[in-house]
């Protein structure tokens, strides 16, 4: 069974331009997650969806970010514009239910902004 | 102060060592998590544990839920071992969302 897709795995962008990540969950998996995480640090979470609602997102920056998830199953989250801060690997897990306790993991996207 | 707090940051053992990182955390929790995490990013889960102790291969974590600790261990290290491992804490109620550690660097030297 195939894991948590994500793409692209690098991406380096000059700053004030957009950028999406895109990920694919594994399947049968209603609950979906877009965690960010800095150089040296624990993952933070940004969003995080039960099928195609955004049942938290009060750490997701509104003015810049935006995420979806239509059909409940693929997912996409937007930066416009970038800024130099926004440097970070952007992961995505799902689980099965709406439960924190069996997630999965992404290989997930480092983003270098310039 | 962070929810929670690991060490060491770093860990720098000989193959064959006995290895052991701490976790300490702040909030009530529902369950506490050990995450493995290799150079590229990709994040596994080791375990999920609300009370006593687990134990998977060469792998044991345990927890004390009145000291708001855990402890994950690993007997006999290999230089496979060498990764990051994260602690997260399950909140109590709500959301239940995961607050992670900064993460345990280990490298295992052969």
């Known amino acids: 069974e195939a894991g948590v897709v994500q793409s692209p795995r690098y991406k380096i962008i000059e700053k004030k331009q957009p950028v999406a990540f895109w990920c694919n969950p594994i399947s049968g998996h209603n609950t979906l997650y877009w965690y960010r995480q800095n150089l040296g640090q624990g993952p933070e979470l940004l969003i995080r969806?039960?099928?195609?609602?955004?049942?938290?997102d009060s750490q997701l920056p509104k003015d810049r970010f935006s995420a979806e998830r239509l059909k409940g199953v693929d997912s996409t989250l937007k930066i416009q514009p970038a800024e130099l801060g926004d440097s970070a690997v952007y992961l995505c897990?799902?689980?099965?239910?709406?439960?924190?306790?069996?997630?999965?993991f992404g290989p997930g996207t480092r983003l270098t902004v310039l | 102060k962070n929810e929670v707090e690991q060490s060491p940051q770093n860990l720098t053992a000989q193959e064959g060592e006995f290895i052991t990182i701490n976790c300490s955390y702040s909030v009530g929790i529902s369950a506490l998590h050990w995450l493995q995490q290799h150079p590229g990013g990709g994040i596994v889960s080791l375990f999920m544990l609300s009370s006593g102790k687990k134990k998977h291969g060469r792998l044991i974590a345990t927890i004390n839920i009145q000291e708001k600790h855990s402890s994950l261990h690993i007997t006999a290290s290999h230089p496979r071992d060498s990764a990051v491992y994260i602690c997260?804490?399950?909140?109590?109620?709500?959301?239940?969302?995961?607050?992670f550690g900064k993460g345990t660097k280990l490298t295992v030297n052969p």
């Open positions: 897990a799902s689980s099965l239910v709406s439960s924190y306790n069996e997630q999965f």
């Open positions: 997260a804490a399950q909140r109590q109620g709500g959301s239940e969302k995961l607050v």
């Open positions: 969806y039960e099928n195609e609602e955004a049942v938290d």
